[in-house]
């Protein structure tokens, strides 16, 4: 369980960076949450989250190109490591045993109160 | 509006380009503006505004902002590695330049660090008390007195109690100083009545013994480990009861008194054994008495009841423990109200304006003050040391600094490479000033060596016997040499680092730079350099030539041949007697003091019958043989015999013009008054009784016979065989006193001693002096050598065009010649005029005429000729055909 430690907010900016694949940087990780999961997203809360996730070796980054927009300053574009993979990977994995865990009749019984 | 109103408010993007952690800080500022433009045009400046503000408030977190400490660890190493190799490079590149930086910087050091390593000694002293910071030692001190005395009034220490402020007082007084017996063991043994207190005040530990009690009991005794291993063997000497014998031995310092017959004190039980040979003290002795023993000897009339004696202060020693809460101004102001108190009835001459003062425990070691309990070098000496030694350093570093600038081209490629591929001022003045580092590092190396060879030189000058420098090399002081180099390194090349970091690149590279970096401060150093030179050479040769003119002097008696020697107790007929009888002895005196040999005593007399001022006269207790021994001349009257009253003295010619009368004969006859009725039988010739440096010259002088006050014989024999003569006055010595020794001196070796003081102070300034002219040399060889080097090959042009070799010696050594003149004309008045300030005081002094000036400046100029003539005169041998052939 320690091996992978993967926050929810962090587990969403590592799916984003990997749907965006080439094009991940910050404002289009955020741009993409954004529009995916209806939800704000500010600079701050997202810029310390991929630095977190470099810092652990999840992803990694690289200096683009500097378009006039952004006055002259580098995208900074991320990447999944290996690493990274297996965190995801190991998260899934987790989420789906627990799901196949969960006895049918407690969510079908949901579903009849629900109704 | 402001032209650049498509930017998001300045303050904010300030302020997170301020905080932003540098690695994130480009690419989140990038998104901050391509998100601010987005913004903008879809909901308008105001709100893209809002909005930037709002994310850079919300970047501001502990993940983006940069931490405090720098968040690059750059590693640099490798442009460290190039800055030593091109250091080193340059080193061995030009070895003439770096030898007279190296051995310049070495010897000046090596003497800067005999400095610290006195200084490292002495602080060692005193180190060892627990309670060493709240311990004092009250000073005595008048206005009229030259400087403050160790000691106090004796009853200072149990008076002192009373005060709160004042934790615990000890006093210290030396008194014991005689023979001490123990079966068929005899010791001499000297030290201190001291009380209880003193182990408690002090960090000396018993080897032996309960310190609590040891000085507790009247006539206790602590004596030295030595001590007890000698009178006891391996026995336990803890209860072994001694006979001691006071003989009033000199102690502290040789020259307190003299001694005086036997007197038994009584049986002492031996309380304690102390190792004082392992505590690096102040305070010397072989044994404490306890002051308890005291009661019974005033009683008894064997040792003087000081206790109430408020105007003597010359004996005691007092020391005050302040408690762990302190103030030493409050202790001050104690001292200031007791005296206040204590002195408003006393109006003794010596207690004018009396004061009392607290010196630190730790402070006495390198303060030494008058009547102090060892012979220790006074601060003056400190001061005067480092004041040479600073002189000679600033020399050397000076010839770094000047050598470094002189030779800036060779370096101006170099700067200018670097500074091209992007070095800041900053790393080029780095650059330098971790070369001059370098440069005093190997410095350091062989000043250590140096200083293999001065310290043992320093150790064995005459006064060491009495200062007993120990100089140890320990891991600290190791530390403070390195300390100590970087520093001079970083002195050294801080000029140089900062104008060659000046240079802009383009002319650099150019070559631009060709001439003349700072010529008017180089010359001042080179003047500068031969003004203290100068100055040391000519204060050196007059030192030694006023030590010579001691060592010759006419005393006005004659000291040949005379042998004193010390009484030790003995009876003065007696012995006399049987000295007498040996042959070859010509005449037997006897004396209290030995004239002219730095000890005095002071009488007041006025003419009987009259109510004036005393008149202030020395004394000298003397046989009537004194006059013949030491050929002395009566000019009025006669002189003293034997067995006659001692109410008859004699005065010295001073003395009878003096107190007013103008023809010797009329004195002869006066009546004296002082404690007694003193009458003046004749007028001796005046001779010089006093030390030669001392101030007064001849001062009246009293001659009286009181054979019970002498302290010397005095032997004149013949002066063939002196050996034999001598063994045979031992010989009688032990028929006379079987104990103690035969302690004997020639006349002539005491006198020329007093002067060994001097001698060493001229090998000492000989010394700097020497160092001194050397390192100024080495500058001006390194400059000639220079700018010869430079003119290599106007010198060819010159010589091919038919310029004769003198003349070109002349052309090139014009410059430096000046400079050398300049130096002379600036050091010649500067040195007659400090030299005269300490001369004038002495009045025996010796003539300081043009003869010793000119010697000195032609010294200085014979080396600086020498030095500019010898690099000149090899340039233009040269031939011109290899100066020009390379291009």
């Known amino acids: 369980m320690k091996k992978y430690q993967l926050g929810e907010f962090e587990e969403v900016v590592m799916l984003t960076v990997g749907i965006l694949y080439k094009d991940a940087y910050g404002l289009s990780i955020k741009k993409e949450i954004e529009s995916r999961l209806k939800r704000g997203v500010s600079v701050g809360a997202l810029q310390t989250a991929l630095k977190r996730l470099e810092d652990k070796g999840y992803l990694k980054s690289f200096d683009g190109e500097a378009t006039e927009e952004r006055a002259g300053r580098p995208k900074k574009y991320f990447q999944i490591t290996a690493l990274g993979k297996k965190a995801m990977e190991y998260s899934k994995s987790t989420r789906d045993e627990l799901w196949r865990a969960i006895p049918k009749v407690a969510l079908e019984l949901k579903i009849v109160e629900a109704l | ?887």
């Open chain 2, 1 to 887: 509006m402001k032209t650049d109103s498509n930017h998001p408010p300045k303050l904010f993007l300030k302020f997170f380009r301020w905080f932003c952690h540098p690695k994130l800080k480009n690419s989140i500022e990038g998104d901050l503006m391509e998100l601010y433009q987005e913004r903008k045009v879809e909901s308008g400046k105001l709100k893209a505004d809002l909005k930037f503000v709002r994310d850079v408030l919300l970047l501001f977190r502990p993940s983006i902002i940069k931490p405090s400490g720098g968040y690059q660890q750059l590693n640099n190493y490798g442009m460290l590695k190039n800055y030593f190799k091109i250091g080193i490079r340059n080193i061995l590149k030009y070895k003439v330049f770096s030898f007279i930086n190296i051995f310049g910087l070495a010897v000046s050091m090596s003497v800067v660090m005999l400095l610290v390593l006195m200084l490292a000694d002495q602080h060692r002293y005193d180190q060892f008390h627990a309670k060493k910071d709240r311990v004092y030692r009250i000073l005595s001190s008048t206005p009229t007195g030259r400087q403050a005395y160790a000691t106090s009034p004796f009853g200072l220490a149990s008076a002192l109690r009373e005060y709160p402020i004042i934790e615990q007082t000890t006093f210290l007084s030396p008194g014991v100083g005689g023979d001490v017996l123990y079966g068929q063991k005899l010791a001499e043994m000297k030290g201190y009545f001291a009380e209880p207190a003193f182990f408690n005040v002090f960090g000396f530990e018993l080897q032996k013994g309960n310190a609590a009690s040891a000085l507790t009991n009247p006539n206790s005794i602590v004596i030295s480990s030595e001590m007890a291993h000698y009178l006891f063997g391996a026995d336990e000497p803890i209860g072994k009861v001694v006979d001691f014998s006071d003989r009033q031995l000199s102690f502290p310092i040789e020259s307190d008194g003299h001694g005086a017959p036997p007197v038994s004190w009584g049986s002492f039980t031996v309380t304690g054994v102390i190792d004082i040979t392992s505590y690096k003290s102040h305070l010397k002795f072989d044994a404490l008495m306890s002051s308890s023993s005291l009661p019974l000897l005033y009683s008894e009339r064997k040792f003087g009841d000081a206790s109430n004696d408020w105007e003597n202060y010359f004996r005691t020693y007092t020391y005050v423990l302040l408690p762990e809460k302190n103030n030493v101004s409050e202790l001050q102001n104690t001292l200031n109200d007791f005296v206040k108190r204590k002195y408003a009835d006393i109006t003794a001459e010596q207690t004018k304006d009396f004061k009392l003062e607290p010196q630190r425990l730790t402070d006495i070691q390198l303060g030494l003050r008058g009547n102090d309990t060892n012979n220790r070098m006074p601060s003056v000496g400190y001061y005067f040391i480092g004041f040479l030694a600073l002189a000679i350093l600033l020399s050397a570093v000076l010839n770094y600094t000047n050598l470094s600038v002189a030779r800036a081209l060779t370096r101006a490629r170099e700067i200018g490479v670097r500074k091209v591929n992007g070095a800041l001022k900053r790393s080029i003045v780095f650059q330098f000033l971790s070369e001059s580092v370098l440069v005093a590092w190997l410095s350091l190396g062989v000043a250590l060596l140096l200083l293999l060879v001065i310290k043992p030189a320093f150790k064995n000058l005459w006064v060491n016997q009495y200062l007993q420098f120990e100089l140890p090399q320990s891991i600290s002081t190791y530390f403070i040499f390195i300390g100590l180099a970087a520093f001079i390194g970083l002195l050294a090349g801080f000029y140089p680092a900062v104008y060659l970091s000046r240079y802009s690149p383009i002319s650099a590279l150019k070559g631009a730079i060709t001439k003349r970096g700072r010529l008017g401060f180089r010359k001042t150093v080179t003047v500068f350099q031969f003004v203290i030179s100068l100055f040391f050479i000519v204060t050196s040769i007059l030192v030694f030539s006023q030590f010579r003119y001691f060592m010759n002097f006419d005393y006005g008696f004659e000291s040949r041949n005379v042998i004193n020697i010390e009484l030790q107790g003995n009876d003065f007929q007696k012995l006399s007697t049987e000295l007498g009888n040996v042959p070859g002895v010509i005449s037997v005196s006897g004396s209290d003091i030995i004239p002219a040999t730095g000890t005095n005593n002071g009488i007041q007399l006025r003419k009987q019958g009259t109510t004036g001022e005393y008149n202030n006269a020395n004394i000298i207790i003397t046989a009537p043989q004194f006059v013949d021994n030491l050929n002395l001349k009566i000019v009025a009257g006669r002189a003293l015999v034997p067995n006659e009253s001692d109410r008859f003295i004699l005065v010295n010619e001073t003395a009878a013009k003096k107190w007013g009368y103008k023809n010797p004969q009329e004195i002869v006859g006066e009546v004296f008054e002082s404690n007694e009725t003193l009458e003046v039988i004749g007028v001796v010739k005046d001779f010089h009784y006093l030390l030669l440096i001392n101030r007064d010259g001849i001062a009246p002088l009293v001659l009286r016979n009181r054979p019970q006050q002498f302290q010397y014989v005095s032997v004149k024999i013949a002066s063939s065989n002196t050996a034999l003569t001598i063994s045979q006055l031992e010989a009688k010595w032990k028929q006379v006193d079987p104990i103690h020794s035969f302690q004997y001196k020639f006349y002539d070796d005491e006198l020329s001693s007093t002067h060994q003081a001097i001698f060493d102070l001229v090998a000492i300034l000989g010394f700097i002096a020497f160092l001194a002219v050397v390192i100024a040399c080495l500058g001006l060889l390194g400059m000639t050598t220079y700018t010869t080097e430079r003119k290599t090959k106007e010198v060819g042009i010159r010589k091919v065009m038919g310029a004769s070799e003198w003349g070109l010696v002349k052309l090139l050594s014009r410059d430096y010649s000046i400079l050398l003149i300049i130096a002379i004309v600036i050091g010649a008045p500067l040195s007659y005029f400090a030299n005269n300030l300490w001369l004038q005081t002495l009045t025996n002094r010796v003539e300081f005429g043009w003869g010793i000036l000119l010697l000195g400046i032609f010294i200085l100029s014979a080396l600086g000729v020498l030095t500019i003539g010898s690099q000149t005169w090899k340039a233009s041998k040269k031939n011109p055909v290899e100066s020009l052939r390379s291009e």
